[in-house]
């Protein structure tokens, strides 16, 4: 496909004329206009030359600049700093983002995508022995130190997105950084857009910074007078007055998640049917992370004459990605974040008002090609004193878990002293510590045992590790292996659309099954799998076909990682409570027992209520395990089992005492909390 910004040119039409340029030339003459016409362009030869000069170089650029896809192919291209034995590895805090942007460098570069041009993120390779140039999560170069602890099959590696901070980049800066003390043969590049790079700078022993200057034209910015109740409404709404009241040009729109994203295209789609042909065509297109490859491709396709294309965004559009031809910026000041509680230990996903830092790159997304508009949909007060100045980096807001892991693994032992950027809260650091000793996977010493050794292998959560190494001991690990990777697709199962709610929600009852929702995910797949994998059967059954097929995918994966960490795949027979004592073995920290008015966590007394969409949200069992937190209008567990709280004592008898696990019916609940609280002083 044609990048709008060559249409916009018109160089596509005056080369049109020319009849001897095949249109395969033709293409390939466009690719290169465009790689030309982007601000980095005429910075290449310095770059190239400061980076033969520096081992570490931070390198700032408004974004759309072409860091990401132009600076490893400018290294593909000299032979100084690239030759072919040796890979370039470029990181993206989101798997979308590594994905699109390596389809694209793959596409301008006119190679197969996978094979010199390629990617990597959890439970997708697509790389090749071919492969110099791949693009990956931040979190996927990280499990790299694993087999590769110098990372010696790299030439270059690039640090990119650096100024999102991700849990993944802040441990990979400390790490890499390490590393290039000996060896002097890498270079390192930390690309990020225009924030706060003299830190980065500071932090890599003052590396010096290369900037490239932004072309950027102005962006008038409107503020609401009154907040809005519903701002997806207010989004919806902002989005026709555009429409039908601007000049031409394309429109974004940030929201936080799938959910709203998908709600908000079907309300817009919705709207413009019913004003038909008074209105001109508005192509409305969502971008998320769990949408499908081929529909995150639709966001580049130029729109069409007449068309206005509208893009609703996560805030991978923020920085991430750079869509040619936005004019318009709509931003309702939210997005969704990770919270972190380190006295309980409880991470949910939360709804959250932006930074500014966030909100004025969102502005900026409109001043790329031209003057553009971004209407804030709340006040400009909020804006001053609402908002904070700039987002948190994730290490001071999540568990650390999985990184604590890892990094002993790496035989990193002394945490407190490792060189963070911004250094964890002590106390998120001691429980990620104490929930690992709990788990099995470090002794009293805080050293790795066999079973944290065999954790780390698998590339999940620790407490999901633990769900399927416990799996072995109750001959259960075909059922956990396939509930494992229904998770890890989360949410993306069931189809519902608004207007077949009640076909779907029966659909969906269908599937129920005693035990609770890892039971009906398990027999969802089950089904499928009968069904020969079918595409019908999902589609009869509203079943979402392209998140089964990626739960296959996990879990193929998966499965092949069994032999490694000597795990024999074995399936329990008709008898669903082996299985759920081994989720309970992973996830023993989240559980919940019913009390008045609700749950309440065993823990740490927080009240904490069963999603709707629940199997068992009218049954209310005694006890339950819950897989995630979310926090929307109050704290709901999503997918949760019941349990019975003597396995409890069975998978972690040195995390639960007997007494904490009295029954609660005997109505001495008060004294019970109060005490549990006296012990947490
Ligand atoms: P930066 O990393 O500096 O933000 P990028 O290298 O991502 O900049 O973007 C450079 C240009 O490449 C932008 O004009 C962007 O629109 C274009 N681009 C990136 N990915 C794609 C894609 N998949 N399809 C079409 N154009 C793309
Ligand atoms: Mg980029």
Redesign the pocket.
Known sequence: FV?T?ITMKGTLSEKQEEPTLSQADLKKQSIQEVRRS?PIFPFREDLLRAITQHQILVIE?E????????IPQYLMEDVRLHSRRNEIGCTQPRRVAAM??A??VAEETGVKLGNEVGYSIRFEDCTSERTVLKYMTDGMLLREFLTEPDLASYSVVIIDEAHERTLHTDILFGLIKDIARFRSDLKVLVASATLDTERFSCFFDDAPVFRIPGRRFPVDIFYTKAPEADYLEACVVSVLQIHVTQAPGDCLVFLTGQEEIEACCEMLQERCRRLGSKIAELVVLPIYANLPSDMQ?KI?SPTPPGARKVVVATNIAE?S????GIIYVIDPGFCKQKSYNARTGMESLIVTPCSRASANQRAGRAGRVAAGKCFRLYTAWAFKHEMEETTIPEIQRTNLGNVVLLLKSLGINDLIHFDFMDPPPHETLVLALEQLYALGALNHLGELTKMGRRMAELPVDPMLSKMILASEQYKCSEEVLTIAAMLSVNNSIFYRPKDKVVHADNARMNFTVPGGDHLVLLNVYNQWVESGFSTQWCYENFIQFRSMRRARDVRDQLEGLMERIEVEVVSSLEDSVPIRKAITAGYFYHTARLSKGGYKTVKHQQTVYVHPNSSLFEEQPRWLIYHELVFTTKEFMRQVIEIDSGWLLEVAPHYYKSKELEDSSSKKMPRKQGKTKDELG
């Open positions: 990048s910004a982007l650029g974004t759309g600049s072409g860091k990401t896809t132009q699109s942007v389809a694209r491709a580049f920085t990605l750079t869509i040619d």
